[in-house]
């Protein structure tokens, strides 16, 4: 079995988008999340030593945050002073007097298979772009994820527009072959 | 009013972020008309567009990175 080590000082450019979309689905809230990726990355420092090398790097990491995650969620519930789960009859005043049953989850719903789909969907598509180079990857988020306008990439990288379409349609061509080879 | 595959795939790129003009967008119509590899990869590329779109990715900003590199840095 391959030996996995660790290597600190990339994580941030291999690790920090990825763990941080994981957090954002769970915590909703992009400030919380981009902390807990923070700190998983400091307490991935603090217990390197422990890290016996039969887990990828990103997978270790990943256990990592999953702890940070219910960390939160236990400090925000002892905040309340109370993790008590109410049930009420209708929350919500207009439908009060509605039968419970209309309350039910629908069992042909497809919501969360949907939800459980696009996530996996964006961590294809997340380690599709870590295999790209640097440079194109970065012009493609700055463009797809961030929606900057090509004014702004060209300034901000100092390069001109038709250097910016040629490294993003680079970018395309490569990600299509890849979701293609993982996803489809 | 005849391009090259090179020229339609870097329009059909560029109308993806709704960037290409009217007439290139019309030259690239004829284009795919006739031309069945970029008929395929206008197609395949207007499913990355909408993969993207499904995911609702998010990327921390630049900025952000740095400072995270550099609050691990010092404790290396």
């Known amino acids: ?184 | 009013m005849k391009i090259s595959c090179e020229e339609a795939s870097h329009i059909c790129t560029k109308s993806q972020y709704k960037e290409a003009s009217f007439w290139e967008i019309l030259k690239l119509r004829i284009h795919i008309l006739y031309c069945k590899a970029c008929a395929k990869y206008s197609k395949q590329n207007g499913t990355l567009t909408s993969l993207c779109d499904k995911a609702e990715l998010n990327v921390l900003s630049e900025e952000d990175k740095e400072c995270m590199k550099k609050d691990l840095e010092k404790r290396l």
């Open chain 1, 1 to 184: 079995m391959a030996e996995h080590r660790l290597h600190p000082e990339n994580w941030v450019d291999h690790y920090a988008d990825y763990l941080f979309n994981y957090a954002v689905a769970r915590v909703s809230d992009a400030e919380i999340a981009k902390d807990l990726v923070q700190e998983t990355f400091f307490a991935g420092l603090n217990s390197a030593k422990n890290y016996k090398g039969d887990a990828a790097e990103r997978t270790w990491l990943i256990a990592i945050l999953k702890r940070k995650v219910i960390d939160h969620y236990r400090k925000i519930n002892s905040k309340k002073g109370k993790a008590e789960v109410r049930v009420s009859y209708s929350s919500d005043s207009d439908s009060e007097g509605d039968w419970l049953e209309e309350q039910v989850a629908d069992p042909f719903s497809q919501d969360g298979d949907n939800v459980l789909e696009n996530e996996e969907l964006g961590f294809a598509i997340q380690e599709c772009i870590s295999k790209l180079p640097r440079k194109q990857a970065q012009v493609f988020q700055m463009k797809t994820i961030q929606g900057m306008s090509t004014e702004d990439i060209c300034n901000e990288l100092d390069i001109n527009p038709s250097n910016l379409w040629v490294m993003i349609h680079r970018a395309r061509t490569a990600l299509m072959g890849c979701l293609n080879d993982n996803w489809f």
